[in-house]
């Protein structure tokens, strides 16, 4: 079958000629892959590696149409429209003992050490197979993942109803943060970025409003905003260094902060940043992956059921749509920052190049 397989440090080659999946377990699933995303966590990995088998098929957020189960699968059959939870953990940490798979101390995910997505076929156990409701295409169901990446974040919160948000950093996981914390509740969300076409797309997705905190320090213009006071809570996005230090001077006194971004670099905190902490006494919140108990979680009924009430919307994120003999070309693209993107699929049933990886490519 056609693959992506990661050979190495930015060799990612597109092969023709990889071993389809197999049932090997009595509840293995196999899908057909029909549509699969671009992570950042994916091209983190392709700069410099990580956990990783020499020539493993890459790519962990997908959706497809199941083509073959194992004797002991149960809740899925073939045909079926399904989503992928990619995690593994191994259920026997004390992490995993307490309920609390998301710390699990040998946690990974497909495409690490097990096949991955960027591939025509692809398996699963049915633990981690997500029927799909008639009305969420595959697309939308390919963000399935991040999307429950976010839901993790604000389930760790204390958001209310009524409540004042600022996202900070609105790639795919922001914007996505924009229309959780909307059906969570909050009467008001502010985006944050530098990025003036992203920003657009957040007010599209949900936010009362957009902050290009190249103008002003961000904390200066949600304190104009909400008169002095700051926002309830404040989702770290972006990976940045340096948002991971502004995002401190957000919140209101014992407000809330959650860690969503993953920053792949060392992260030094003005002293001003690090006493909003202190003086404020606010709620700091790590997030890891999508996942809780009972496994795979609530995060992933949840997040479709608010895609088939038209609540998380995605198609005004995805700017590329590419078969997977461009996958190489693209993934060197999008680290040398010569596209512009904020998703970016592959259809690994689209047979030909699509011609839209050309640098002036915008994001929408």
Not at 72 to 97: H, L, Q, T, Y
């Amino acid at each position: 079958m056609k693959a992506l397989n990661l050979y190495g440090v930015q060799d990612l080659r597109f092969e023709e000629q990889t071993p389809e999946p197999t049932i090997e377990n009595p509840d293995d699933v196999i899908i057909r892959v029909k549509s699969v995303g671009i992570c950042g966590s994916d091209t983190s990995r392709y700069k410099k590696l990580g956990p990783y088998v020499e020539g493993m098929t890459f790519g962990h957020e997908f959706a497809g149409v199941v083509t073959e189960v194992g004797p002991e699968v149960k809740n899925v059959k073939i045909g079926d429209r399904v989503a992928g939870c990619p995690a593994f953990v191994c259920g026997e940490c004390e992490s995993c003992r307490r309920g609390e798979p998301s710390q699990c101390e040998k946690l990974h995910v497909m495409g690490a050490y097990k096949p991955g997505a960027y591939a025509e076929y692809t398996k699963l156990p049915e633990t981690h197979v997500i029927p799909l409701p008639a009305n969420v295409d595959f697309d939308t169901a390919a963000l399935v993942e991040p999307a429950s990446v976010v839901a993790h974040g604000f389930y760790r919160t204390t958001i209310r109803p009524g409540a004042e948000v600022a996202i900070m950093g609105v790639g795919s996981i922001g914007l996505l943060a924009v229309q959780w914390a909307k059906i969570f509740g909050a009467k008001k969300v502010y985006s944050i970025d530098i990025d003036d076409k992203k920003l657009s797309i957040a007010k599209e997705l949900g936010a009362d409003v957009a902050i290009n905190s190249l103008e002003k320090p961000p904390h200066e213009q949600i304190l104009e905003h909400t008169n002095g006071r700051g926002v309830d809570l404040a989702v770290e996005s972006a990976g940045s260094p340096i948002t991971s230090a502004q995002v401190f001077a957000l919140p209101r006194k014992g407000g809330e902060v959650v860690f969503m971004g993953i920053p792949y670099a060392d992260i030094t905190i003005e002293r001003f940043y690090f006493e909003k902490i202190v003086r404020n006494e606010l709620k700091v919140y790590g997030s890891w992956n999508a996942i809780s108990a009972p496994f795979p979680g609530k995060e992933w009924a949840s997040t479709v059921h608010y895609m088939s009430t038209g609540q998380i919307v995605v198609d005004p994120m995805i700017s590329h749509r590419l078969s997977l003999e461009e996958g190489p070309e693209a993934l060197q693209k999008i680290i040398n920052r010569e596209i512009e993107s904020v998703k970016v699929l592959f259809l690994p049933e689209k047979a030909e190049k699509s011609g839209t990886l050309a640098s002036e490519k915008v994001v929408r």
